[in-house]
């Protein structure tokens, strides 16, 4: 509550943006092509924008379209394959291509190459029982418009033209299978995000603050937001007061979330899952694989966890990983704190969390065998991907931090998701986002969901409708359900882009 009148009359910014990574980012661009007049402030507790989850080392880069993630198709009891979340995947994927291509298009990022290529994504299993799944979910696939040019091959001599690395030493009486997708893309999301900050910070009325933490977050009489921040390098301490906070800081969501103490809060916890990574050092071993290369992951293992053997662009240098290795920290950031997990138990979190853990037992083992593999076992599980791999081509590096979220069940107590969730107050001033994969690449999307329930009052206007069909030209229609439209929309952002499929690249 307010201590003075003084306080009531500070003049602040119309919008905050806690932490400097793409959902900010993607948001703070939206909000100033959408109303230009916007005063922004952007904080960030560490020295650069995209230094946690969206930096190019810390997540897979894979533009998440599901034409190789497996785990959006699960299959059901009675054999079929469900590919509902994969349309939903894969039409948030071409929404966020077509924002950057209005982006491009219009100067205000810098050229496509430097974020997005394309690169083949290939789903690949060995055994009778993996090869009668990928058959299926082939099939069911390429019945959507979205899936539209994959192909599928179970023989050895095709498979070793288009991933060598994966069938050179393999035994040729293995059943082996894969899909390809040439329309697959790597995409640099540190580059991007960067590239969206830097233009942000040269708009009037934007301010970036860098090395400032958010220490206290409090809702005051008028409806505003009084944000307490502390400036890292000077130990300085000010307040901030805006009518509308979004809270899009990766793994630290959360306990910001909890400082702000709305009830639509109450109840979420958090499970920290991190990950590691096999970098290759051989210059010519790289050379050899061009493709993201996908695999079914193991029972119990979170999503983050599937294994791939990943074709990269980083800095504009080719780059060869293996992974995620899976393990459990406290820590909900990279850079974060080992008090994180402990900080957020709270009183009304606590049975969802215990009920989702208790639940949950086999990822908690997965993590614990994880934790304890040794540098001779991480080679041998990629081997399974790469069988003629040398221990000395590979190092161990740490990706990011992923949190995912726990929510209260009412029959259940508590349960684990691995999506993505935006919550927001009843009056929707404050909102956060909280989850991981595979929110970069769907960043536009969730963005739009949270300007259609946070800015109802603007985004139902001519004006505001007729700019998002400027920067998104399937607004408000599916894409998946017109064959046409996404033929036109993947023409146009394939362009703009610099996106061709592979076959034809060569």
């Known amino acids: 509550m307010m201590h003075n009148n003084e306080e009531k009359d500070i003049i602040g910014p119309d919008v905050v943006l806690i932490g400097a990574g793409i959902m900010s980012a993607t948001l703070g661009m939206m909000l100033k092509e959408l109303n230009p007049d916007l005063k922004i402030e952007v904080l960030e507790r560490l020295d650069m924008a995209a230094a946690e989850s969206s930096d190019a080392w810390n997540n897979a880069g894979t533009g998440h379209s599901a034409f190789c993630e497996l785990n959006y198709t699960p299959e059901q009891p009675d054999g079929s394959i469900d590919i509902s979340k994969a349309i939903r995947i894969a039409e948030s994927f071409e929404i966020s291509k077509q924002f950057w291509a209005y982006l491009i298009k219009n100067r205000i990022i810098e050229l496509p190459t430097s ?4 690169i083949p994504h290939i789903s690949f299993v060995w055994g009778h029982d993996n090869v009668n799944f990928l058959r299926k979910r082939y099939e069911a696939m390429v019945q959507c418009h979205l899936f539209k040019g994959m192909v599928y091959t179970e023989d050895h001599r095709e498979l070793k033209e288009w991933i060598p690395l994966v069938m050179n030493g393999r035994d040729s009486s293995e059943p082996v299978a894969a899909t390809r997708m040439d329309l697959g893309t790597d995409v640099n999301f540190g580059a991007l995000t960067r590239s969206m900050f830097r233009y942000l910070q040269e708009e009037n009325n934007v301010i970036t603050h860098f090395t400032h933490e958010v220490r206290k977050l409090r809702q005051v009489e008028d409806g505003r937001w009084r944000i307490t921040v502390k400036n890292l390098k000077t130990g300085e301490k000010r307040k901030i007061y805006s009518r509308y906070v979004f809270i899009g800081a990766g793994g630290g969501a959360l306990p910001l979330l909890e400082k702000s103490d709305i009830p639509e809060g109450k109840g979420y916890g958090g499970f920290p899952v991190s990950g590691q990574w096999l970098r290759c050092t051989n210059r010519d071993v790289i050379e050899q694989h061009e493709a993201k290369v996908y695999g079914k992951a193991a029972v119990g293992s979170p999503p983050m966890s599937v294994p791939h053997l990943d074709t990269r662009y980083i800095n504009g240098k080719r780059e060869l990983l293996f992974g995620p290795y899976a393990g459990f920290s406290t820590k909900f950031l990279k850079k974060g704190s080992f008090l994180d997990l402990p900080r957020s138990i709270k009183a009304g979190n606590l049975r969802p969390m215990l009920s989702a853990g208790i639940r949950n037992m086999d990822l908690t083992r997965y993590l614990i065998d994880q934790v304890r593999q040794t540098p ?22 740490v990706a990011g931090q992923r949190v995912q979220i726990i929510k209260k069940d009412p029959d259940k107590g508590g349960v684990l998701e691995f999506g993505t969730e935006i919550v927001s107050g009843a009056n929707c001033t404050l909102a956060a986002l909280l989850g991981a994969s595979p929110g970069a690449s769907t960043a536009v999307s969730i963005m739009l969901g949270l300007l259609e329930r946070c800015f109802m009052h603007r985004i139902n206007t001519d004006e505001w409708q007729e700019k998002l069909k400027e920067m998104i030209p399937s607004y408000g229609q599916s894409l998946s359900g017109n064959p046409a439209l996404l033929d036109q929309v993947r023409n146009y952002t394939s362009e703009v882009l610099g996106l061709v499929p592979a076959v034809e690249k060569k």
């Open 115 to 118: 974020f997005i290529r394309n």
């Open 376 to 397: 001779d076992e991480r080679v041998e599980a990629l081997k399974d991907y790469f069988p003629n791999a040398r221990p000395e081509d590979w190092e161990l590096a």
